[in-house]
T-cell receptor, first 113, second 113 residues
Framework: GENVEQHPSTLSVQEGDSAVIKCTYSDSASNYFPWYKQELGKRPQLIIDIRSNVGEKKDQRIAVTLNKTAKHFSLHITETQPEDSAVYFCAASVGNYGQNFVFGPGTRLSVLP | DTAVSQTPKYLVTQMGNDKSIKCEQNLGHDTMYWYKQDSKKFLKIMFSYNNKELIINETVPNRFSPKSPDKAHLNLHINSLELGDSAVYFC????????????FGQGTRLTVV
């Protein structure tokens, strides 16, 4: 089955700096890669996603890159703000019947003012 | 207007009791999930249902029994609760055939004492 690894487990950056979180996956059939942000006591919420036919996607300060050959994908947050502090999860999924999201272990991001 | 709603939000119970958590989604999705999030924040899939049919049943004690009366509902019943069952349980749903994001409920914090 799919296995998703995520690094680092914790990340502290100064406000205004960039943050990068990296994930690897094992199942070459995975074709959808969402990133979720979970604030303390809240539900995980999607912040950006990428499909296997795309190499990069950007949404304002957030970008995701995907290398299918190497089976890794990364989240980039630029100009970090204190409200970016949260736990971030990457996930890999194979679509169609019986979609299954396998999540990485999470990265706790702290943005220091 | 809540997309995925689960009840109760908090559940405190004694060891050995039986309890249920309910989940409903109004997004018209065909796939629903139960995830367990432990104290280390790891999101682990427990069950996945597609159109009321069990698709994924990870290594979960058979004290946990999901029930899907229709594709908009996926309830979780837990028998003989143990201390180690204490965690946050998230229900989620997605539209599997279009391979898009999973929407999460607000979570149920289960504490077994």
């Amino acid at each position: 089955g799919e296995n998703v690894e995520q690094h680092p487990s914790t990340l502290s950056v100064q406000e205004g700096d960039s943050a990068v979180i990296k994930c690897t996956y094992s199942d070459s059939a995975s074709n959808y890669f969402p990133w979720y942000k979970q604030e303390l006591g809240k539900r995980p919420q999607l912040i950006i996603d990428i499909r296997s036919n795309v190499g990069e996607k950007k949404d304002q300060r957030i970008a995701v890159t995907l290398n299918k050959t190497a089976k890794h994908f990364s989240l980039h947050i630029t100009e970090t703000q204190p409200e970016d502090s949260a736990v971030y999860f990457c996930a890999a999924s194979v679509g169609n019947y019986g979609q299954n999201f396998v999540f990485g272990p999470g990265t706790r991001l702290s943005v220091l003012p | 207007d809540t997309a995925v709603s689960q009840t109760p939000k908090y559940l405190v119970t004694q060891m050995g009791n039986d309890k249920s958590i309910k989940c409903e989604q109004n997004l018209g999705h065909d796939t629903m999930y139960w995830y367990k999030q432990d104290s280390k924040k790891f999101l682990k899939i427990m069950f996945s249902y597609n159109n009321k049919e069990l698709i994924i049943n990870e290594t979960v004690p058979n004290r946990f029994s999901p029930k899907s009366p229709d594709k908009a509902h996926l309830n979780l019943h837990i028998n003989s609760l143990e201390l180690g069952d204490s965690a946050v349980y998230f229900c989620a749903s997605s539209q599997a055939k279009v391979n898009t994001e999973a929407f999460f409920g607000q979570g149920t914090r289960l504490t077994v004492v």
